[in-house]
Nanobody, 116 residues
Framework: QVQLVESGGGLVQPGGSLRLSCTTSGITFNIYGMGWYRQAPGKERELVATIGSDGRTNYADPVKGRFTASRDNAKNTVYLQMNSLKPEDTAVYYC??????????WGQGTQVTVSS
């Protein structure tokens, strides 16, 4: 059974930091590209960051320089370190595992709220 479980969300003040984790099971983690997405109320889900099976990363413009994606293949886990958080970063954050042949899987999401 494939599972992706996000954790680490919560309430943080503007300028603060959070580290999200997404732990997977049921997939061969090291061959999957991983992505972080977010969806704010009333908005479409958007890409935040990706990290390939080779460790290469890409970031959406709004988070460049503030967010860092990383992965630990030994722990089947991908991380998103979020610094200098802004109110507009408030959203439900989802992780996604994607493989060109094996398809894609989503986690259930974790809420991040940036507010004073």
């Amino acid at each position: 059974q494939v599972q992706l479980v996000e954790s680490g969300g919560g309430l943080v003040q503007p300028g603060g930091s959070l580290r999200l984790s997404c732990t997977t099971s049921g997939i061969t983690f090291n061959i999957y590209g991983m992505g972080w997405y977010r969806q704010a109320p009333g908005k479409e889900r958007e890409l935040v960051a990706t990290i390939g099976s080779d460790g290469r990363t890409n970031y959406a413009d709004p988070v460049k320089g503030r967010f860092t994606a990383s992965r630990d293949n030994a722990k089947n886990t991908v991380y998103l370190q979020m610094n200098s958080l802004k109110p507009e970063d408030t959203a439900v954050y989802y992780c996604k595992a994607e493989h060109s042949f094996l398809g894609a899987r989503w986690g259930q999401g974790t809420q991040v709220t940036v507010s004073s």
